[in-house]
């Protein structure tokens, strides 16, 4: 019988201070981490332009715009709370698992801590691959249908607008991040028996058709971004067949095991 959970009793009123004294932590360390990326949110947001700066290299005029007077600002302010989001995620999640951990058992805590480890991980590939891989390819794309205004005519020039850039960026970012999960999702389903990897195997397939509407639905209209994503999340699902499969063999081993210790014959009982 396990014995490891936590035997504190504490009331609903406790319960409900320590969860609120946990979310202020939270709120406080989400500010201050406002605060300070916004000392640098031009630094950021220049990080953030790179892709399109470095395709643009070599060429004169070349400019991003803002047609509201305070378009600028709250560009900044939002490239400020999303930065000091992901750079406070880690402390954010401990006091999560602060505040649920004396609930668990011993070995609930050690099934879970590698998801807790996995997902901040897994979320910053996904942000990697966005940014050092489908960016650069994406925007070479949509440059690609500019004009040199010949016969006459116009050009057709991109001046992309700074608040616009940052929507797409941050979109694409959260939607490669979140894709990535899929492992940490889908194992976790898998532990609790919600899923099984022949289930997962066998729905391949569908999972294939699933993934590219997702990707159709999360990135912009062009086939290089819905590829880009599409692709890591069918890696990521094979990966995660694996996981279950891992999780399925060692919980069977550890029925077996328990199996065998209830069967095994008492010291106490006679011999005959």
């Given at each position: 019988m396990l014995k490891d959970i936590d035997?504190?009793?504490?009331p609903l009123l406790d319960h409900l201070v320590e969860l609120r004294n946990r979310l202020m932590y939270s709120v406080a360390a989400i500010f201050l981490g406002f605060l300070v990326c916004y000392l640098f949110a031009e630094q950021i947001y220049a990080f953030l332009v790179q892709p399109l700066?470095?395709?643009?290299?070599g060429e004169t005029g070349r400019r991003m715009i803002y047609t509201g007077l305070a378009e600028a600002f709250f560009t900044y302010i939002k490239v400020a709370f999303f930065a000091g989001l992901f750079i406070t995620f880690p402390f954010v999640a401990t006091q999560l698992w602060?505040?649920?951990a004396p609930g668990l058992y011993k070995q609930e805590k050690q099934a879970f801590m590698p998801f807790l480890v996995a997902t901040p991980v897994l979320f910053f590939l996904g942000g990697a691959t966005v940014y050092y891989l489908i960016f650069p390819l994406a925007w070479q794309f949509f440059l690609s249908f500019e004009t040199s205004g010949v016969d006459g005519?116009?050009?057709i020039q991109l001046e992309a607008r700074v608040s616009e850039y940052l929507d797409l960026v941050m979109k694409l970012i959260f939607a490669f991040g979140l894709c990535f999960q899929l492992p940490v999702a889908l194992t976790l389903m898998g532990r609790v028996g919600l899923v099984t990897s022949e289930?997962?195997?066998r729905n391949r397939k569908y999972a294939i058709i699933l993934t590219f509407v997702v990707a159709a639905l999360l990135t912009p209209p062009d086939i290089i971004s819905q590829v880009g994503l599409g692709l890591p999340i069918l890696l990521l699902y094979e990966i995660s067949i694996w996981c279950v499969r891992i999780v399925e063999r060692r919980r069977a081993e550890a029925e077996a095991e328990e199996s065998t210790e209830t069967d095994a014959p008492s010291a106490e009982e006679p011999r005959e």
């Open positions: 035997d504190r009793e504490m700066a470095d395709i643009y290299e602060m505040f649920i005519s116009l050009p289930q997962l195997a």
